[in-house]
């Protein structure tokens, strides 16, 4: 997502999770339901049968707008959705003078983990560890 990356507080990303957490869901939910109409399409095309009428296309049309209302939101927020599935998220913080990111994924009760800009989510380390970074 090319939006402008703000820095998060860790107390400003917490805030975030709840909101951002019900956002993923209906994106994956809206790309569950564009996923099966193409899908429907497909076999209409291939079987010769009719698409569905004037129902789907309303459903489509209100799940293409979530996708692109949810993926603006997020883009303003400034928060890297890495892997939409998954609901792995990072939000770019600073952290003993230098910038990495704080990582939640969705289901997770608080943003407990973070990262180095260049490690992925196999290189999370716990907020809390002794030692600093």
Known sequence: MGG??????????????GPLGR???DLRAARRTLAAREQAGERSAAGGTNGGGDEDAAEFARAAL???RGTAQIERWGVVVRDLDS?????????????????WRVGEERIAWWHELEAG?????????????
């Open 87 to 103: 609901g792995i998220c990072d939000f770019l913080a600073e952290r003993d003078g230098r910038d990495v990111w704080l990582c």
């Open 66 to 68: 979530t996708v692109s």
């Open 121 to 133: 989510f196999a290189g999370r380390r716990p907020l809390d560890e002794p030692g600093g970074t």
């Open 4 to 17: 402008q990356l703000r820095r998060y507080t860790l107390a400003e990303a917490s805030a975030l999770i």
């Open 23 to 25: 956002l993923i869901e």
